[in-house]
Every structure is written in C-alpha cells, then in structure tokens.
C-alpha cells in the first residue's frame, strides 16, 4: 500500500496520540471510578433488555454474559472502594448519553433491536477498552490501576465477540 500523503498521516497520528495523551492526564481516579461505574451499569441494564427484546439467539447469548461479566465486575469495583477508604463511590445512575442509548434501545423495533444493540455494545466496548487501557497504563491509583488492568482482558474478549455477532436477515 502506497500512502499518497505521508505527512498527512503523520499529521492525523499526532493528532490521535495527542488526543490520548491528554485523555491520560485528565484521567483522575474519580473520573475513572465515574466513567467505569456508569458503564458497567450500561452494560448489565442494556443486556437485560437485550435478553428480554433480541431476536437472535446469539445476541441473547452474548447478552447473558454481559449480564454476568459486568456484575461480577461492577461487585470487584464496590469491594475496591469500601476498602480503599478514599471516599470514591460509583456512580449510582446513568448519565445523559447512556441514557439516551437506553432510551433508543427500548423504543427499537423488535426487528431493529439486535442489530441496534450489536452495534451500541460494540461502541460502548471499544469506549471502556479505551477506557481500561488508558487508566491501567497512566492511573495513580494503585490498586485501580490493576483493577483496570486485570478486566481490560475481559473487555477485550468482549469487544471480539460483538463484533463476530452476526445478525443478518
């Protein structure tokens, strides 16, 4: 492959490091915890419905372990903060963009769901891969920074997955 315009790709790589680099140093432990709570929740909720509205047997599959992955995760994250005694507490509620996933979600056809689920889980896992990623390598905090390194292999699996679904007419 000949890249046409190699001082452009350099340009849009830069860019992208850059980007991350500045998500890395804005990543404070409270926002992790936040943004780790808050899609976790997102995961079990959306799953649940999942079990209940999706068509394929696959996606309900998936769905299931979803459901038991992420509380399995989201009880490893509540027994790090009531021991580390620094005061962090998950969040307790979705913000208003995971809300609104949800919302579309449940106003999602019957013949929609799957595929709009597939695709929402698929988003969601790349965010909390990146998410995981960047806290296990730049966190200062030590034991969540091996929390988010020892669940990044299970997002990880969780991101294949998904994208493997297949749920074509």
Do not use: C, W
Request: cysteine-free; charged content about 25%.
């Amino acid at each position: 492959m000949h890249i046409r315009y190699p001082m452009m790709a350099l340009g849009i790589i830069g860019a992208s490091l850059a980007a991350n680099f500045a998500f890395a140093d804005n990543l404070t432990r409270e926002r992790f915890v936040t943004k780790a709570s808050i899609a976790n929740q997102f995961e079990i909720q959306s799953s649940r419905l999942a079990l209940d509205k999706a068509q394929n047997q696959e996606v309900k599959s998936f769905a299931q372990q979803m459901v038991d992955d992420h509380t399995k995760t989201g009880e490893k994250l509540n027994e790090i903060l009531s021991s580390s005694g620094a005061g962090l507490k998950p969040a307790e509620e979705l913000d208003s963009k995971h809300q609104k996933l949800m919302d579309k979600l449940e106003t999602a056809s019957d013949k929609d769901f799957d595929r709009e689920y597939i695709r929402i889980q698929t988003d969601a896992h790349k965010e909390a891969v990146n998410l995981f990623s960047t806290y296990s390598i730049s966190g200062k905090d030590s034991v969540l920074k091996s929390f988010a390194a020892n669940t990044l292999p299970t997002l990880e699996q969780h991101l294949e997955r998904v994208q493997s679904l297949n749920v074509d007419d």
